[in-house]
């Protein structure tokens, strides 16, 4: 079992940044953000992997950046260049075992969520 516990959320304004966190009380294999939009599917943002191996969505691709601490098993998010469009309840999701790639169907451990809001 995982469990997974986001923070780091808020309320800035377009331009601007934010880094959310995910920490983890197991060891995943392969850790993921999402996020979803009211009245949209929920989305893959980016993944990395033990090796820190990176996967990212060409929406946010050159502004976020993903990256982890697996002595402290806790993921993060640096979030720059923020638009309205990023504008989400952005989870955490992980697996023990195997890449899930962007897919969510592929992740068994999801965390609660943390809100993101861009004003312009």
């Known amino acids: 079992q995982v469990q997974l516990v986001e923070s780091g959320g808020g309320s800035v304004q377009s331009g601007g940044s934010l880094r959310l966190s995910c920490a983890a009380s197991?060891?995943?294999?392969?850790m993921a953000w999402f996020r979803q939009a009211p009245g949209k599917e929920r989305e893959g943002v980016a993944t990395?992997?033990?090796?820190?191996?990176?996967t990212y969505a060409r929406s946010i691709q050159g502004r976020f950046t993903i990256s982890r601490d697996n002595a402290k098993n806790t993921m993060y998010l640096q979030m720059n260049s923020l638009e309205p469009e990023d504008t989400a309840m952005y989870y955490c999701?992980?697996?023990?075992?195997?890449?899930?790639?962007?897919?969510?169907?592929?992740?068994?451990?999801w965390g609660q969520g943390t809100q993101v809001t861009v004003s312009s």
């Open positions: 197991g060891y995943p294999y392969c």
């Open positions: 990395i992997d033990t090796y820190r191996r990176r």
């Open positions: 999701a992980a697996n023990l075992r195997g890449n899930g790639g962007l897919l969510s169907g592929n992740y068994n451990y």
